[in-house]
């Protein structure tokens, strides 16, 4: 029960394009306060992946982005590599419970 | 480039304390909010609380009542400690620099398995 709303899995082909959505609600994503993004590889520790809704930290490569709209954002990822198999996270601020907050997680299956 | 390493012990009976260390290495980090998140199978990750080098805390409310994070400046450390853990308290703990200017955290330690059982 996670205060942001991701689906459980999503799964493509490498090379296609798949999207991962992030809902919230007023108190948060719908309150303006900006989502970002993570990866976590299978045993290891989440990685920032998106910051600040649409940016990159240095080393990402471009075939991620974020967008948001409203109560929810966006994860995309293009051009599918075996190596974007993992679990991703959104994470925004809670006005309403005055700290972070994250969704449940999708983990991403390249077919 | 920032690096944290985290230490504690990793298996807790019932009622005891969690007390975990995290040393930040690298690049100028003065201006960081130290964190601790955690996660668990069932309820994901779940941020517990900050503090910054000014010493001023904030810490989730569910856990606020047995929460208490600190700062050592001089060594570049910061601790957490949770008082009468249960089973519920089972996961993976992290150490975590968020950002100083937006709410997102961008250095992560290597993480720490926490069993609370009897």
């Known amino acids: 029960q996670s205060v942001l709303t991701q689906p459980p899995s999503v799964s493509e082909a490498p090379g296609q394009r798949v999207t991962i959505s992030c809902t919230g609600s007023?108190?948060?994503?719908?309150?303006?306060?900006?989502v970002h993004w993570y990866q976590q590889l299978p045993g290891t520790a989440p990685k920032l992946l998106i910051y600040?809704?649409?940016n990159r930290p240095s080393g990402v490569p471009d075939r991620f982005s974020g967008s948001k709209s409203g109560t929810s954002a966006s994860l995309a990822i293009t051009g599918l590599q075996a190596e974007d198999e993992a679990d991703y996270y959104c994470?925004?601020?809670?006005?309403?419970?005055?700290?972070?907050?994250f969704g449940g997680g999708t983990k991403l299956t390249v077919l | 480039q920032v690096q944290l390493h985290q230490w504690g012990a990793g298996l807790l009976k019932p009622s005891e304390t969690l007390s975990l260390t995290c040393a930040v290495y690298?690049?100028?980090?003065?201006?960081?909010?130290w964190s601790w998140i955690r996660q668990t199978p069932g309820k994901g990750l779940e941020w517990i609380g900050e503090?910054?080098?000014?010493?001023?805390?904030n810490y989730n409310a569910s856990l606020k009542s047995r929460v208490t994070i600190s700062v050592d400046t001089s060594k570049n450390h910061f601790s957490l400690r949770l008082g009468s853990v249960t089973a519920a308290d089972t996961a993976v703990y992290y150490c975590?620099?968020?950002?100083?200017?937006?709410?997102?955290?961008?250095?992560w330690g290597q993480g720490t398995l926490v069993t609370v059982s009897s």
């Open positions: 975590v620099l968020r950002s100083p200017t937006g709410y997102y955290f961008a250095y």
């Open positions: 690298g690049g100028s980090i003065g201006g960081y909010y």
């Open positions: 503090i910054n080098l000014g010493k001023n805390t």
């Open positions: 007023s108190s948060n994503v719908g309150a303006g306060y900006d």
């Open positions: 600040g809704n649409n």
């Open positions: 994470q925004s601020y809670d006005t309403s419970l005055s700290g972070s907050v």
